[in-house]
């Protein structure tokens, strides 16, 4: 659980049962969950709060992603951008869509230039030979949550 979060698992459980979206979503602790999992491994009704967690984000995401943090959003966009363009990860391209779209323009610039020297981050994104098929699937599976 992240040490920022001011609802607990048990108490996200706690509010989906009462169907309470408005706290849900609008609580930052949904999007601060670190997915890793020791809350269903010690919940003692044997549920699984960490995907019901997953399934709120996905939900909250559907409703309008206006819910979740905007630097959360960013990445999250920026992520599924740099899956949909080159059918992997570009850590260039991700750094470069994330700044812009958080606003984070010179937050960690200080450290870009050693990591450049020491070829950590590669200034060309290379792409996959199925990249088709990976904007097909990313297509199709927006198109299923838009018909639920």
């Given at each position: 659980?992240?040490?920022?979060?001011?609802?607990?698992?048990?108490?996200?459980?706690?509010?989906?049962?009462?169907?309470?979206?408005?706290?849900?979503?609008?609580n930052?602790?949904?999007?601060?969950?670190?997915t890793?999992?020791t809350?269903s491994?010690?919940?003692?009704?044997?549920?699984?709060?960490?995907?019901?967690?997953?399934?709120?984000?996905?939900?909250?995401?559907?409703?309008?992603t206006?819910?979740?943090?905007?630097?959360?959003?960013?990445?999250h966009?920026?992520?599924?951008?740099?899956?949909?363009?080159?059918?992997?990860?570009?850590?260039?391209?991700?750094?470069?869509?994330?700044?812009?779209?958080?606003?984070?323009?010179?937050?960690?610039v200080?450290?870009?230039?050693?990591?450049?020297?020491?070829?950590?981050?590669?200034?060309r994104?290379?792409?996959?030979?199925?990249?088709?098929?990976?904007k097909?699937?990313?297509?199709?599976?927006?198109?299923?949550?838009?018909?639920?």
């Open positions: 659980m992240g040490a920022e979060m001011t609802l607990p698992p048990h108490d996200i459980m706690r509010l989906t049962l009462a169907d309470d979206r408005e706290r849900l979503f609008h930052d602790s949904l999007w601060l969950c670190l890793c999992e809350c491994a010690r919940c003692p009704k044997d549920v699984d709060p960490a995907r019901v967690i997953d399934a709120l984000r996905e939900l909250a995401a559907t409703e309008g206006e819910h979740a943090p905007r630097n959360i959003r960013a990445f966009e920026s992520f599924l951008e740099q899956i949909r363009t080159t059918g992997r990860l570009s850590e260039v391209g991700l750094i470069m869509q994330y700044k812009l779209r958080s606003g984070a323009l010179l937050q960690d200080a450290v870009a230039p050693a990591m450049l020297r020491r070829g950590k981050l590669p200034l994104a290379q792409r996959i030979a199925g990249v088709d098929e990976v097909a699937i990313m297509v199709a599976c927006k198109r299923e949550r838009g018909a639920q």
